[in-house]
């Protein structure tokens, strides 16, 4: 999986492409958590093997679920609650899709629960980042932040530029 430091690079774009007046910062600051909430799972294997990692929590379902809480307090948000549902299903949406990039891990179960059999992109091309602080901090992990540079901080500033000059 890309860090809990890159997952933020999707909503962070989009967010700051689009503007507060689209994007609200609370808006913003609920889609970071959205695009780390589907990592909760590792958490949840703890306690019950049917839950796997990158299954349920990574599903196009999930982001939909994640997305149709914010459109119910979309006031709170400050937002729309179009807006809302959109920005946060992209946002929880694009953490399976960065981890179906990764290579190393699990498969990504998008279709859960239709199918339970996971996906990989044909490109898999973002280092897996090692669990844990220590591990992270080395040299295995600035390799990983490295690459997470190059294949999701660049893009992402690409497409919140192209956002922003397209708003203007």
Do not use: K, N, Q
Not at 1 to 17: D, E, N
Not at 115 to 123: A, D, H
């Amino acid at each position: 999986m890309p860090s809990i430091i890159t997952h933020p690079a999707v909503p962070l774009a989009i967010g700051f492409g689009l503007g507060p007046r689209i994007v609200s910062r609370r808006l913003l600051l609920a889609g970071v958590v959205a695009s780390i909430v589907p990592d909760l799972d590792v958490y949840a294997e703890m306690f019950t093997s049917s839950i796997g990692h990158r299954g349920i929590t990574h599903s196009l379902l999930f982001a939909l679920l994640c997305g149709a809480f914010a459109a119910a307090v979309a006031p709170v948000l400050e937002t729309r609650r179009a807006i809302a549902l959109a920005f946060i299903f992209v946002a929880t949406a694009s953490h399976g899709i960065l981890d179906a990039f990764t290579t190393g891990g699990p498969a990504v179960s998008f279709l859960w629960p239709w199918r339970v059999e996971g996906y990989f992109m044909p490109y898999r091309v973002i280092e897996v980042s090692p669990l844990g602080i220590a591990r992270f901090f080395s040299e295995r992990g600035l390799s990983v932040l490295a690459s997470e540079l190059r294949w999701v901080w660049t893009p992402a500033l690409a497409v919140g530029a192209a956002l922003y000059v397209l708003r203007r």
